[in-house]
């Protein structure tokens, strides 16, 4: 294969976000490219419940989509061209040849899209370019998914306009392979599939093995609670090498058992399987690791059994202690996810944890409707008291994955 050619690129239209006007992608394609868009399509981020670092290891999570969408106008192109624009991000248009399209060659965060693009057409998808205008409302750094919208959007679209007839889980695990192996980062499925497969209303209990899933009920307001994430405005990125550390000590974890993968260690069988790796020499981060998926996966089918019986006020001990667990046993949080924990539950929350990869980004926090204001305020108070940065904190609605808008 030949080397990826410098992507060319035009200047920005005027009247783009970057400028301080509202996005709008129809609009903005029309004027980049001087037609009007085949289609306009949107995919959402997501939060994640419970179960954190588990999905690499064919385990649990539950998911639920946010109302926060990176939105995409697409039309088709049969030349072999690829022209990428977001609202989000300085620069013009970036330009590439879909038959130059090579892994880890850069490109910013046109990578992401780009990515699915070479995704496809490597599993043999006859898909020959694209003009795309991408805008999100989906926080970037902030553990919400916003790269997984961009590639789910930008999968969807492809999808439909070249008649592929791809599932929605299909077009997930085209999103984790754009992510995975042409970006590099080792991410594992929830959050693609999050994105292309959740439904209003409810979360996603997911099975990462298999993709087998389930749409579970989630209506908190029924049952007087709120859900809040709260945004530390700690920006984190999963390619500085942590995320691929903890990855691979999973799967050493794993080999020392003589397991596939750790979601083949029973629950009650872990104190065994710590035992066996200590005298195997694991190393210490090694144990952590293991402790922390398996019991991860037990707290999602905790959490599930809480949701069926309909005692969600009783999931909040278990949040509390999958955020203990991220903290002391996968060492992922930061000062600024653990302050909103401790003082949300100081505040009277029913509990509360980071979600997403750590190092920064969001944490979410279960607590009665009536006092969300209340602990909200704690917890911005708490942020000023230390010097930190005021949170961004909104409410989580569980909303529709991915979708053609028109």
Known sequence: MTETAEPTVTPEPAGTAAEGHAADPAATFTELYGKTPDGIWAAPGRVNLIGEYTDFNDGFVMPLALPHTAVAAVSRRDDGV???YSTDVPGGVVSLRTDELTPHSGHGWAAYPAGVLWALRTAGHPVTGADIALTSTVPTGAGLSSSAALEVVTALALND??????TPAELAVIGRRAENDFVGVPSGIMDQMASACCTEGHALHLDTR??????VPFDLAAQGLTLL???TRVKHALGDGAYAERRA???EGARLLGIPMLRDLPYEDLPAGLATLADAGAAESILRYVRHVVSDNHRVEQVIALLDAGEVRAA????NEGHRSLRDDLRVSCPELDLVVTAANEAGALGARMTGGGFGGSAIVLVEAGAADAVADAVTKAFAAAGHAAPGIFTAVPSAGARRLR
Do not use: K, T
Not at 210 to 215: A, G, K, T, V
Not at 316 to 319: A, D, K, Y
């Open 82 to 84: 690829l022209r990428l």
């Open 161 to 166: 306009l070249f008649d592929l007839g791809l």
């Open 210 to 215: 298999d993709l087998s899933l389930r749409h």
């Open 229 to 231: 994430v709260v945004d």
């Open 249 to 251: 000590g999973c799967e």
């Open 316 to 319: 909040g001990p278990v949040l």
